[in-house]
């Protein structure tokens, strides 16, 4: 079955800190695999995509994730974490041909300051 | 217009009764999705329209729940005699198609309607 998997459904980290989400992914065929972040009251914003190529894929506000195949794996990172990126993530996979997401079921992240 | 825009932003109804949720995409944006986001789980797709296609209606959950989207332009998604268990965030989306798959160019997503079902 297709699935997505996000194992920590809250995470706490300080201003400054690194930062790592887990998504674990289960897919038939090629994944093509996205990071989206929703802050409170918005829409979900992309923050990175994977389809191919390079396996360490760089994104916006310093994020970036890297795709592990033997592990199933799409690992959200951030070297320094900013008040501002306190919102939820969600790991997303999908396929050649097909235009749905299957959506994990997030991770709300909190920024002590 | 700029971005996807979803009207009510909010919307609590009595259960029974029916609401009309409206999705304006984005100008050019031949694809159009609806997702809804229960709390404390993820996104489930609803409802996916191209062009002048017949739509995937797959995820809709029951037939109280019915969607319309004319041509390229806006989209309502309409819930039936609502129940409790309606009450979530409904997002739509939008994309540009094109020769490549759908994924290729990415969604925007509006900041949804939340609604609360009492």
């Known amino acids: 079955a297709q699935s997505v998997t996000q194992p920590d459904i809250h995470i706490t980290v300080s201003e400054g800190a690194s930062l790592e989400l887990r998504c674990n992914y289960s897919?038939?065929?090629?994944?093509?695999l996205f990071w989206y972040v929703q802050s409170p009251g918005q829409g979900l914003q992309l923050l990175l995509k994977?389809?191919?190529?390079?396996?360490l894929v760089q994104g916006i506000k310093g994020f970036e994730a890297e795709f592990k195949r033997s592990q199933s794996s799409f690992n959200l990172r951030k070297p320094s974490v900013h008040w501002s990126d306190a919102a939820e993530y969600f790991c997303?996979?999908?396929?050649?041909?097909?235009?749905?997401?299957?959506f994990g079921t997030g991770t709300r992240l909190k920024v002590l300051a | 217009g700029a971005g996807v825009s979803q009207s009510p932003s909010n919307k609590v109804t009595e259960k029974g009764k029916d609401v009309e949720l409206r999705c304006d995409p984005i100008?050019?944006?031949?694809?159009l999705y609806w997702y809804r986001q229960r709390l404390g789980q993820g996104l489930e797709f609803l409802i996916y329209?191209?062009?002048?296609?017949?739509?995937?209606k797959s995820g809709l959950p029951s037939d109280r729940f019915s969607a319309e989207r004319t041509g390229e332009s806006v989209s309502t998604l309409t819930i039936q005699r609502t129940q409790q268990e309606d009450s979530a965030v409904y997002l739509c989306?939008?994309?540009?198609?094109?020769?490549?798959?759908?994924?290729?160019?990415?969604?925007?997503f509006g900041s949804g309607t939340r609604l609360t079902v009492v």
């Open positions: 989306a939008s994309s540009r198609g094109g020769q490549g798959p759908p994924l290729n160019y990415g969604y925007t």
């Open positions: 997303a996979v999908g396929g050649t041909g097909t235009y749905k997401y299957i």
């Open positions: 100008s050019g944006h031949t694809a």
């Open positions: 897919y038939g065929a090629t994944p093509y």
């Open positions: 994977y389809f191919s190529g390079d396996t």
């Open positions: 329209f191209q062009g002048n296609s017949a739509p995937d």
